[in-house]
């Protein structure tokens, strides 16, 4: 069996949102087994889409992410979240410089990141700041507690930053806007849709430096 990587964070809300700016209206998506069998991500994220939509209701919450992670009948879930990021249809975030760089373009990142709680000025909850940086582009975004499972991963990248550290993940963000722009580097603001454990051999890495 592959070796699929645990979901740590999805947004099903973010995944509609993007889905539905790139692909077309989501209440419309027919999910035929042979497109996502042909390697587009629309088929892929449209499948990935149907899954959560048809097991739960509602935003993700860290007992939906456990689910998709533990659970047979939503195995399809955590082994599409997997393909869509290992797709080469989405651009790896390491190999675009910050002229190439774009909003409204998927991209899949596989680096080190700070995890940094930080509490909302809107609603007075607490939030993860998720910031990457990686060739000539760092990316940072807010994401919800409620949609993070795997606690213990979370709890563990979170002191690895509160100790000037970072900790490996793999994701897939959009790019809402481009906010800062050097001679050698641009930042730019993120939507995070999924993000999963590492690749192996990042993991392995990252424990050899500990």
């Not at 995944?15 to 629309?42: A, H, N």
């Not at 979240?81 to 190439?100: H, W, Y």
Request: aromatic content about 10%; charged content about 30%; hydrophobic content about 30%.
């Amino acid at each position: 069996m592959a070796d699929y990587q645990h979901v740590m964070y999805a947004s099903r809300g973010g995944v509609e949102q993007v889905y539905s700016e790139l692909f077309g209206d989501v209440d419309q998506i027919t999910v035929e087994e042979r497109s996502r069998k042909t390697g587009t991500i629309s088929g892929k994220l449209g499948a990935f889409l149907t899954q959560i939509s048809s097991g739960f209701t509602g935003e993700l919450t860290e007992a939906e992410i456990h689910s998709i992670n533990f659970d047979k009948e939503m195995f399809k879930a955590k082994k599409l979240a997997n393909e869509i990021l290992s797709d080469d249809e989405i651009p790896d975030i390491s190999e675009v410089n910050k002229n190439e760089l774009e909003t409204g373009q998927l991209y899949r990142f596989s680096c080190e990141v700070e995890t940094k709680p930080f509490e909302s000025e809107i609603d007075n909850q607490t939030y993860i700041e998720v910031v990457g940086e990686i060739g000539e582009v760092r990316f940072k975004g807010g994401t919800s507690t409620e949609n993070w499972g795997r606690r213990s991963h979370l709890v563990q990248s979170v002191r690895a930053t509160a100790r000037g550290d970072t900790y490996p993940y793999q994701g897939l963000m959009w790019p809402l806007s481009l906010t800062t722009e050097t001679e050698n580097s641009i930042e730019c603001d993120v939507n995070f849709l999924l993000i999963c454990g590492p690749e192996r051999v990042l993991r392995d890495e990252w424990y050899e430096k500990q």
